[in-house]
């Protein structure tokens, strides 16, 4: 087993203990699901770096599928309940990254469908504020040296 340079901690459902943790330990990596979303307030460099593995739809549930029967197919249901739901969601997440003026950090969505010829990419870009988009790690970290400060990475 690799020993890591820096603590890892697991976020699950209204665990305060890992987030009070995650934010002491200054360079810290926090997992977390659909906890994350709602509610936690992690101003500063504590946070740099949200990563969205997948979109966030939700699970398909008994309600959504007695929802889905109320509009003529599923391409319908789609376009108007699950992207615009999944869309509130993901600015949601994405308002963790920047909780002040001076907050500067990194999303990555990592999920194939938001990528630049995929269906979900104008739409996330749209919802999510003004920012460069890349996929060039170079631009990532040129940005972060541009926009922390050098006892950030130390």
């Not at 890591?4 to 459902?13: A, D, E, K, V």
Request: proline share 6%; net charge positive.
């Amino acid at each position: 087993m690799r020993k890591l340079s820096y603590p890892i901690f697991q976020m699950g459902r209204r665990d305060t203990v890992a987030l009070e943790k995650f934010k002491a330990s200054g360079n810290g990596v926090l997992f977390a699901s659909g906890s994350f979303w709602e509610g936690i307030d992690i101003p500063g460099d504590a946070l740099s770096m949200l990563i969205i593995v997948n979109l966030p739809f939700a699970a398909p549930d008994p309600i959504s599928a007695y929802q889905q029967t109320l509009y003529e197919d599923m391409g319908a249901y789609k376009v108007r309940v699950l992207v615009p739901e999944m869309l509130i969601k993901l600015k949601q997440g994405f308002g963790r990254l920047i909780r002040s003026e001076t907050d500067a950090g990194v999303c990555a969505i990592l999920d194939s469908r938001a990528r630049e010829d995929a269906a979900y990419h104008n739409c996330t870009l749209t919802a999510l504020p003004p920012c460069r988009v890349t996929s060039d790690m170079a631009a990532v970290e040129k940005f972060l040296q541009l926009k922390k400060q050098p006892a950030y990475f130390s």
